[in-house]
């Protein structure tokens, strides 16, 4: 009680805590040095200070002096308190002084007992000493006040001895506590290697899809340093491209320009000569005197004539030519220059992800009876009117249909588009898929993986009978992307942006041919 009550003296009444480095105001009330740091600093603002216990105020921020004896006093009650934790468990009950762990438990006396008390305790039979325990009075029977010595199997039960002979479990069938102890810890055990094991098995899952997401980082850094080295590199052959084409046109430019240059100051003096003479012929017409005109020799006018008429001028060479509009720039040279942007951009195609849309014909052959084929072998419609096809080994019997081309290497893609309701399903399957029964349908086998439309436009993927509902109603245009060396065969909705749907990884070991069932619908493969 005393600890108690000193407990509560030794607490801050700000953080209501035992003090951490106490400190007293003017006043000689004590605080933790930080909560009352906090308190003051609030206080700042309002000009005035105040004891948060007393409500003194102080004028002035009040300086902090730290209690030494107080510091004192909480240091030796925590260290008697740390002590007093140390002493953990089961205390000695004749031990009333200082608590003394207990090493064992009585249970006839219902005490527990130290080294020193358990060697002057009674040996007798009926003092039954177990390990140190708090609830002794549960180890009796609650009736007849005796040791629990056996375990009614059919009231699953502990009893006495008394409730053995003349309880209610008389009769019963029953067996001593470590017998029945020894059966039940043996169950746990079976039960403890069933949870081992598998929590074995979910650490081996945890391991595997680790290393899928460590393996899905490193591909995705690969990939976008891939993209960003080749769109690199088509900048670099862009601008290339451009600065050769701008200095085609510079040259051109300045060929035509030195030209022109060269054909205008060749006219500008045939310009000043025939300033000069028309000068000339002026001074001759505002002569008054008939006598001097015609003694006067009669001015050369042979340059007169029209040079695209007459073939051009003889004093200039025959450069006195006008240039013709359109002609100026060499546009076919710079035409073919950029033409090779379309190298540059075949060369793009070659080094982005796939191949061009793989060719995608239906495969009649293999076709089921109750499977319209369109004649361009693109489109497959379900009909209940039996088509007169021969019964073949390679003919499903379900509306099924396969392709005729089937891929064991690379990465191709196809797009196919179908209806917004009814029951079709598309995907891709090995060429020794079964033909016959229920087996045969793409997805209900280890030999094909599909995308599933069901009825109230509920889609789903499936591989080998095993189906995972997709939460997103999706539109009816999806593509099928195949990467065979990778083992990925993925889904996408064709919307804008395209939106990935599943991926299913297997260890691909035979040709993969596409695969259609359309029972009351229609699925159309289309061109991109």
Not at 223 to 229: D, L, N, P
Not at 367 to 379: H, V
Not at 468 to 485: F, G, N, Q
Not at 489 to 515: N, Q, V
Request: aromatic residues 6%.
């Amino acid at each position: 009680m005393a600890s108690a009550d000193l407990r509560e003296e030794l607490d801050c009444s700000i953080c209501l805590s035992t003090y951490t480095d106490p400190v007293m105001l003017r006043c000689g009330h004590n605080f933790c040095r930080v909560c009352i740091d906090r308190v003051l600093d609030t206080q700042e603002g309002s000009g005035v200070y105040s004891c948060p216990d007393c409500r003194e105020e102080f004028q002035q921020r009040p300086t902090l002096m730290r209690d030494f004896a107080l510091c004192k006093i909480v240091k030796n009650f925590q260290q008697t308190d740390q002590h007093q934790e140390e002493i953990t468990g089961i205390c000695c009950t004749y031990c009333v002084d200082s608590p003394v762990p207990a090493v064992r438990s009585c249970l006839h006396c219902e005490a527990s007992l130290c080294d020193k008390h358990l060697r002057a305790h009674s040996k007798s039979a009926e003092h039954i000493l177990s390990d140190p325990s708090t609830s002794l009075e549960k180890r009796k029977c609650s009736v007849h006040k005796k040791i629990l010595e056996y375990y009614c199997k059919e009231d699953a039960a502990c009893i006495c001895v008394s409730c053995s002979l003349i309880g209610k479990h008389n009769g019963h069938n029953m067996e001593s506590l470590d017998e029945a102890s020894g059966k039940k810890k043996k169950k746990l055990r079976n039960v403890l290697q069933k949870l081992i094991t598998k929590r074995e098995k979910t650490e081996e899952r945890v391991r595997s899809l680790e290393e899928r997401r460590i393996k899905a980082q490193e591909k995705a850094a690969g990939e976008a340093e891939r993209v960003t080295a080749l769109c690199t590199d088509i900048r670099r052959r862009v601008d290339d491209l451009e600065k050769k084409v701008l200095s085609e046109i510079s040259r051109q430019e300045k060929e035509e320009s030195l030209s022109l240059s060269a054909l205008i100051h060749q006219l500008e003096i045939k310009k000043d000569e025939l300033s000069r003479k028309m000068r000339h012929i002026e001074e001759l017409c505002n002569m008054t005197d008939p006598l001097t005109v015609l003694a006067l020799q009669e001015p050369d006018t042979g340059d007169l004539c029209d040079p695209e008429e007459e073939g051009g001028d003889e004093d200039t060479g025959g450069h006195d030519k006008q240039p013709h509009d359109g002609d100026d720039l060499d546009v076919a040279v710079i035409s073919h220059t950029l033409h090779t942007l379309c190298d540059v951009i075949s060369g793009i195609r070659s080094g982005i992800y796939v191949e061009d849309p793989a060719d995608i014909l239906l495969d009649v052959t293999t076709a089921g009876n109750y499977l319209l084929i369109s004649d361009d072998l693109k489109t497959a419609t379900g009909t209940r009117k039996k088509q007169k096809r021969p019964e073949t080994a390679e003919r499903f019997q379900c509306k099924q249909v396969m392709s005729r081309r089937g891929f064991t290497s690379g990465r191709h893609y196809w797009d196919v588009e179908g209806g917004r309701s009814g029951w079709w399903m598309v995907g891709m399957c090995y060429p020794s898929i079964d033909r016959r029964g229920d087996q045969s349908v793409i997805g209900n086998n280890n030999k094909s993986w599909c995308l599933r439309l069901y009825d109230n436009n509920e889609y789903s993927v499936i591989h080998d009978r095993k189906l995972m509902r997709l939460p997103d109603k999706i539109s009816s245009r999806v593509r099928i992307h195949l990467d065979y060396e990778a083992g990925q065969l993925s889904f996408y909705e064709l919307c804008d942006p395209i939106r990935h749907l599943h991926t299913f990884t297997a260890s691909f070991s035979e040709p993969l041919h596409a695969a259609l069932f359309v029972y009351n619908n229609s699925l159309t493969i289309k061109k991109t």
